[in-house]
């Protein structure tokens, strides 16, 4: 008998709402499930999958999950509280060690529980997942998404109750590949394209011959690995003094901290029980981006190569330690990680990085997620993004991500989703208009909770094309607005960031204000707090003259940074936009241009990277909005 790998010590369960809970025996097997004197029944199918569903719950805990068929499992420290998806590609991925190193240490809550699900890519939904929860303390959660933990403490420490945030991203993906196939009938277009795409990538050459040349190709344009040297030097050994290494939290990503491609050297020390000594371990490190070597105490215990692997960046690796190779007491892990495209570091997630005890032992696995030192070998520098082979990316497929990372959690309950994507979709915004609302509906659709909450971040400025003088077409503005158009379906919310992005950054630091300004979106709209969670937002424009009066909802107290409004500008009936003065007058703005007599259109923030100025007393930022509905790129 199993148990889906969601339902795990240190889970949290929705409250107020029935509680699936589900996984595998063999066919026609009785289930009960039976936890806070609540129990539940089920019987296993012809396939051996069974699902029970608890009545709902009151916050509290810890409680404990008993399952009883032809064996018993038992579930420890269950808490009932509020549980959020976390969702999307790199902004939502990127760990709080590689954004707030600071904001570490005081990251123990508790009663916060993380769940992280690792990359996957599959043809067809999947069944389950490889991980497990864990409260969050500065070890786990420095390897957590840094804005799924943001909210998450936010909504703990305003409701004060039990948070389980389950983390699902993966940076530089799009979102039809987070699209259910089942939701694309709802959309003749989409399932048209969807087609289209997936006919595409079947076409191209991908027998292994064809590939491995590719791939070849590829790798040669890249640095290479100049050789060993640490394990020369002793950085492997069990003795060799690590005093003057740096510490980083693993599991993440070093180009938070180093923005730099090449090898970097982990060493961790950890005590062994005694009785563990002398037997076969098994050691976890989750995914490592790209290439490892792993010693314990000075011998190599395994590693994959990306040159051997392409799939080794996402790959979690399970080394075999053999026997008479640990000690009682203390021992040194080594980990010698090669990168030298992009990313860097140890994806895991943390919940698979342990040191597993032998098979007969009732001690719990070694936690490794935390501190190691850390010491550069070779920096290659950043290197310059070299397009890869399509076949090289299946995790741009449609579906691939919803089959591999989402379906896996349904039916799961929870309270709603946050979401940050859309830079890789930022060359298509027309279609963005389609897919992104499609694909929060399919998700609705198969979850079967109903039209649950589900607020995203939209774009924050970055200038991802050359800035202009004067406002222009703009493929991240326009996809800001296909975000924006997407509040339309029902218990959806946006959290504005155009202030405080940044211009030469695509992966801004700042993620606690966009952890906050999704938090006060769930707070006012899903608990119905008395906060303000909205900026300044397009209400109407008036032309008087050479004057438009722009008046805006959740106006209370405009002000603006510095006591200059800056972000406007007008056009006429040229179709010419020019930069604006902006003056506050109570709830609005009076634009104006001395090189535009009548204007007929105004704009604010309507640029890849624009200054923007205005916010309300609350200090939320004005919504980058147009009056025009003029053309704007490419039509779907």
Not at 337 to 353: D, E, F, K, R
Not at 576 to 586: E, L, N, Y
Request: a negative charge; one cysteine or more.
């Amino acid at each position: 008998m199993k148990l889906a790998s969601l339902f795990t010590d240190h889970m949290v369960v929705q409250r107020d709402c029935p509680v699936p809970v589900w996984g595998w025996a063999s066919p026609g097997q009785a289930i009960t499930v039976e936890m806070a004197g609540q129990t539940a029944r089920a019987t296993a199918d012809s396939n051996g999958r069974w699902k029970a569903v608890l009545p709902a719950l009151p916050a509290g805990g810890p409680h404990t999950l008993t399952v009883e068929g032809s064996e018993r499992r038992i579930v420890r420290d269950v808490l009932v509280g509020e549980v959020w998806v976390c969702s999307g590609q790199s902004n939502m991925e990127w760990t709080l060690e590689m954004t707030d190193r600071a904001g570490v240490a005081a990251a123990d809550h508790p009663r916060i529980r993380l769940f992280t699900v690792p990359r996957r890519v599959a043809a067809a939904p999947v069944d389950d997942v490889q991980s497990a929860w864990c409260v969050c303390t500065p070890g786990n959660a420095g390897g957590f998404s840094a804005v799924g933990y943001h909210f998450g403490r936010e909504l703990h420490e305003r409701l004060d109750v039990p948070v389980g945030l389950i983390n699902s991203s993966w940076g530089g993906t799009i979102v039809e590949a987070w699209t259910d196939r089942e939701a694309w009938q709802a959309e003749p277009w989409v399932t048209g394209y969807m087609q289209e795409k997936i006919d595409q990538y079947a076409r191209l050459d991908k027998s292994p011959e064809h590939m491995e040349t590719l791939r070849q190709e590829f790798l040669a344009k890249l640095p290479q690995d100049a050789g060993n040297r640490g394990l020369g030097e002793g950085w492997a050994a069990p003795d060799f003094d690590d005093a003057g290494w740096g510490t980083m939290n693993l599991p993440g990503y070093w180009n938070g901290r180093h923005p730099t491609n090449g090898v970097f050297w982990f060493r961790r020390e950890i005590d062994v029980p005694a009785a563990w000594t002398g037997r076969e371990l098994t050691l976890s490190l989750g995914a490592v981006d790209k290439s490892d070597d792993c010693y314990v105490n000075g011998v190599r215990v395994g590693g994959i190569k990306w040159a051997d692997d392409p799939q080794s960046w996402w790959t979690p690796r399970d080394y075999a330690v053999p026997a008479g190779v640990i000690q009682p007491g203390r021992n040194v892990i080594a980990v010698r990680v090669v990168s030298n495209y992009t990313g860097g570091g140890t994806p895991g997630p943390g919940t698979l990085m342990r040191l597993h005890r032998p098979a007969d032992s009732q001690d719990e696995p070694l936690a490794l997620a935390g501190p190691w030192r850390y010491r550069i070998e070779q920096d290659f520098g950043p290197v310059p993004a070299i397009p890869q082979p399509a076949v090289a990316a299946p995790q741009s497929q449609p579906a691939s991500l919803y089959n591999g990372m989402i379906a896996p959690l349904i039916p799961y309950a929870i309270r709603g989703a946050i979401w940050y994507q859309g830079e890789s979709n930022a060359n298509d915004a027309a279609r963005y208009h389609v897919l992104f609302p499609a694909m929060i509906r399919g998700w609705r659709s198969v979850w079967g909770q109903g039209e649950f909450p589900f607020y995203f971040v939209q774009l924050a400025n970055y200038a991802s094309q050359k800035p202009t003088a004067e406002s222009d077409n703009s493929r991240w503005a326009e996809l800001r607005e296909a975000q924006a158009a997407t509040r339309s379906l029902p218990n959806t919310g946006m959290a504005v960031t155009i202030d405080i992005g940044d211009p030469k950054d695509i992966h801004p630091r700042n993620k606690r204000d966009v952890g906050r300004r999704l938090a006060l979106a769930a707070l006012a709209q899903t608990y119905g707090c008395d906060v303000r969670y909205r900026g300044p937002a397009y209400r109407s424009v008036k032309i008087t003259g050479a004057t438009a009066r722009v008046e805006f909802d959740h106006a209370d107290g405009l002000t603006a940074d510095d006591g200059v409004v800056s972000g406007f500008a007008v056009a006429g009936a040229d179709r010419i936009f020019h930069a604006a003065k902006a003056t506050i007058d109570g709830t609005g703005v009076l634009v104006s241009s001395p090189r535009v007599a009548s204007p007929a259109a105004v704009r604010y923030g309507w640029a890849d990277s624009p200054v923007c100025t205005l916010r309300n007393s609350a200090g939320l930022p004005a919504e980058p909005f147009r009056t025009d509905d003029w053309p704007v790129g490419a039509a779907v």
